[in-house]
């Protein structure tokens, strides 16, 4: 995304827990630049002419700084970040110039209000690429470009961000415990360093308790604490007496890595929507529900910000999807995204609307990795200058593709787990398509309805 203005980054971020910077005025003098790690840490670089400095330019130094490896170079990107919005940078951009201009993104691109909009201030984030395939992520051996990940993936478990079920956040859990104390400690020591430290240093916040939620509710904080401690506790002493010897620097940290690879979502940009509720109750009365929408190099993931599972997760293959702007005063901007599926044993299209002012961010990139897909180039993604984490263009097209409305897709399961899809809990609209005819019908009280030109 382009900007109209030029700029740089304070020397020293003056207020705030997590010390971030604020954009400063226009300078050409050498000046500090901050470079946020996920977690908070900083490459702290002194640059010239920092008012017009790019992202390349950046990239170059911060490397340098944090001795990654050409190998690894396209492993990670710049972001800005706020707790309003997050925004991958092109090579080209100039993160001063975007700075400037983040309230009209956030007026463009988020819900906030204009007081949260005026108080919202963004940080240079590095972090990881959305464009780099995870299949080139398995060959890194640097033990920094690792840890840097792992760093990265730790912060989204924890988060809750990846939804995992409990065999997974303990299993990982467990590893970061015996990254940070080591192996071997006998039952007394592991426990008191685990009470030390606290649970919610290895757990998600809302399983651990530090964010509330449904298991806060349901058990007893004491019974659900000693619980979660004997679990997480059992897998250090399984992790332990795995080897006799100490492990490799790099063993627990591909360890933790290819679990979270497991997970379908690894990888994604994070984008915030709402879809409506199913009706409930005798008046029938519907809402929003809020959700995140990731999508990475393979697929599109609509989670629950609460419940913190997935609600639909689908490969390109399995979707076609579009994007509409508002027609008019009060309208929302909406991402529809149509699958495969099934009422009362018919087959039928489904469509899911999910709202948001991000919308056309969304369309666009699962555009480009759609084309990236069919092109066979998703390990060149970051070489080109065609990503659209930042398109100002309008993606209304998308639907144009080979897999716009009407394609094969595959069937999804439902299943237990967090990771699998509940498309039995979403609100969609269910239609047939009729093929040649042109003629469609939407599905009412589980039978076929033609659709007239006034329905359509």
Known sequence: ??????????????????????????????????????????????????????????????????????????????????????????????????????????????????????????????????????????????????????????????????????????????????????????????????????????????????????????????????????????EYRKISTLGSTPPEPTQHLRQYLSTCHSLPYYGCAFFSGEIDKPAQGILHRAGRKAVNVGISLEGVYVMDIKEKHVLLGLRFSELSWDHSYPEGEGDSHILWLEFDGEEAGTPVNKLLKIYSKQAELMSGLIEFCVELQSAGEGGAATETDNDVSLSHQPAGQAGNSDRGRGGRRGKLRRQSSVVCSRVHTLNTISYVDNGESGESAVIVNGKPHKLTERDH
């Open 1 to 234: 995304m382009e900007g109209d203005e030029c700029g740089g980054f304070p020397p020293e971020p003056s207020e705030g827990s997590s010390q971030r910077g604020s954009v400063a005025s226009s300078v050409t003098r050498a000046q500090d630049v901050l470079v946020y790690l996920v977690g908070d840490s900083a490459v702290h670089l002194c640059v010239e002419g920092v008012a017009c400095v790019s992202v390349q330019e950046l990239g170059r130094s911060v490397r340098e700084a944090l001795h990654i490896p050409d190998s690894a170079m396209d492993a990670f990107a710049f972001w800005l970040c706020s707790p309003l919005l997050e925004l991958q940078l092109k090579p080209k951009h100039q993160p001063y110039k975007l700075c400037r201009q983040w309230q009209d993104l956030l007026y463009r691109f988020t819900e906030a209000s204009e007081e949260d909009i005026s108080q919202d201030e963004p940080c240079l984030q590095y972090r990881r690429n959305v464009f780099y395939p995870k299949s080139k992520e398995l060959q890194i051996e640097d033990e920094g470009v690792l840890r840097l990940l792992y760093d990265e993936a730790r912060v989204n478990i924890l988060a809750g961000r990846f939804p995992c079920d409990p065999e997974t956040w303990t299993g990982l859990g467990a590893l970061s415990f015996a990254m940070e104390l080591g192996v071997g400690l006998d039952d007394q020591k592991a426990t008191a360093a685990l009470r030390e430290k606290k649970l919610i240093s290895f757990l998600p916040a809302h399983v651990s308790g530090g964010g509330g939620g449904l298991f806060s509710t349901l058990r007893g904080k004491g019974g659900r604490q000693a619980g979660l401690e004997h679990n997480l506790l059992e």
